[in-house]
Antibody
Framework: EVHLVESGGGLVKPGGSLRLSCAAS????????MNWVRQAPGKGLEWVSS????????YYADSLKGRVTISRDNAQNSLYLHLNSLSADDTAVYYC???????????????WGRGTLVTVSS | EIVLTQSPATLSLSPGESATLSCRAS??????LDWYQQKPGQAPRLLIY???NRATGIPARFSGSGSGTDFTFTISSLEPEDVAVYYC??????????FGGGTKVEIK
């Protein structure tokens, strides 16, 4: 059974940084594109970033470009998201999501974690 | 950027009624359109991929149709457990991947 478990969220001051993690199990992690999607309180879903199976290809949403770094450790079955220069607009639940297919192409998100809440406030 | 517009914003129906949700794309996405369900306090769940294919384990009362710019998601006989927000997402072109604003389905 596929499991995705996010961690690392919490309260951070404006301008601060945070590293989110996603522990994956139940599937061959190194074969799939992995993704981050966020949801501000009471708002809709917003794609954040995607990384190819081997880490070669990476895309970011323009709203976070320059302030975020996605990475993965296939030996540890883990996905990461480093967030920098945080502002109140970054307050959201951050979800880790797996691509349904293999290869580098726009993903369908077939499995999601429960998310980790990032709150940016002074 | 491909913009997805969902309508209506809220749908209030009685159990057993049919729910029809719309998703319109600002440009053609072919059939690369997925639907997700998000129940209160939960993560989204994939229901439909590539416009009309049900994901694993999804009941037959959920269906999708359409291509190009106009898509429809239908719940054939609404059940109380279907109360949720439903999102469409395009995967025709990226970056960025984009979601619609969501349709909230309520039970009368």
């Amino acid at each position: 059974e596929v499991h995705l478990v996010e961690s690392g969220g919490g309260l951070v001051k404006p301008g601060g940084s945070l590293r989110l993690s996603c522990a994956a199990s139940g599937f061959p992690f190194s074969s799939y594109t992995m993704n981050w999607v966020r949801q501000a309180p009471g708002k809709g879903l917003e794609w954040v970033s995607s990384i190819s199976s081997g880490g070669t290809y990476i895309y970011y949403a323009d709203s976070l470009k320059g302030r975020v770094t996605i990475s993965r450790d296939n030996a540890q079955n883990s996905l990461y998201l480093h967030l920098n220069s945080l502002s109140a607009d970054d307050t959201a639940v951050y979800y880790c999501a797996k691509d349904a297919g293999v290869g580098w192409s726009p993903p369908t998100f077939d499995y999601w974690g429960r998310g980790t809440l990032v709150t940016v406030s002074s | 950027e491909i913009v997805l517009t969902q309508s209506p914003a809220t749908l209030s129906l009685s159990p057993g009624e049919s729910a029809t949700l719309s998703c319109r794309a600002s440009q053609s996405v072919s059939s690369y359109l997925d639907w997700y369900q998000q129940k209160p306090g939960q993560a989204p769940r994939l229901l439909i991929y590539d416009a009309s294919n049900r994901a694993t384990g999804i009941p037959a009362r959920f269906s999708g149709s359409g291509s190009g710019t106009d898509f429809t998601f239908t719940i054939s006989s609404l059940e109380p457990e279907d109360v949720a927000v439903y999102y469409c997402q395009q995967r025709s072109d990226w970056p960025p991947l984009t979601f619609g604003g969501g349709t909230k389905v309520e039970i009368k």
